[in-house]
Nanobody, 124 residues
Framework: QVQLVESGGGLVQAGGSLRLSCAAS????????TGWFRQAPGKGREFVAAVTRSSGDTYYRDSAKGRFTISSDNAKNTVYLQMNSLKPEDTAVYYCAVDVNYGTYYSPYDYDYWGQGTQVTVSS
C-alpha cells in the first residue's frame, strides 16, 4: 500500500524559507511522477510543482518559478520542495501526491495517492 508522509511545514515570516519533505513507502518515487499541491481555505487544490524522476523533467506553477525547487533523493525515496522568498499568498496546506500513470502533471485528478498534508503559514 502506498503511503506518503509530508513534513517540514510551519510558520515563517514573509521572505523566509521552508523545505517540505515527502517520504514514500509502497512505491518507488524514481519510477513515477511526484507532485506538490496546495489548498488555501475556501479555495480549490492547486498545482505547485512536479517531478518525473525517470526523465528529470520538472514543472512549476508560474508563481513558484524562481522561488521553489522540487528535488528528490532516491536513496531515501523522498521528494522535497524547497520554498524560498515565501509570501503570505503561499499560505496553504501543502500536499504531496504521486501519479503512477503519467497523466497531466498539473491536474490533481490524475494523481493516485495523496499524503495528509502539512500546513505552511507565511506571516506578513
Amino acid at each position: 500500500q502506498v503511503q506518503l508522509v509530508e513534513s517540514g511545514g510551519g510558520l515563517v515570516q514573509a521572505g523566509g524559507s521552508l523545505r517540505l519533505s515527502c517520504a514514500a513507502s509502497g512505491c518507488t518515487l524514481s519510477t513515477i511522477r511526484t507532485g506538490w499541491f496546495r489548498q488555501a481555505p475556501g479555495k480549490g487544490r492547486e498545482f505547485v510543482a512536479a517531478v518525473t524522476r525517470s526523465s528529470g523533467d520538472t514543472y512549476y506553477r508560474d508563481s513558484a518559478k524562481g522561488r521553489f525547487t522540487i528535488s528528490s533523493d532516491n536513496a531515501k525515496n523522498t521528494v522535497y520542495l524547497q520554498m524560498n522568498s515565501l509570501k503570505p499568498e503561499d499560505t496553504a496546506v501543502y500536499y504531496c501526491a504521486v501519479d503512477v500513470n503519467y497523466g497531466t502533471y498539473y491536474s490533481p485528478y490524475d494523481y493516485d495517492y495523496w499524503g495528509q498534508g502539512t500546513q505552511v503559514t507565511v506571516s506578513s
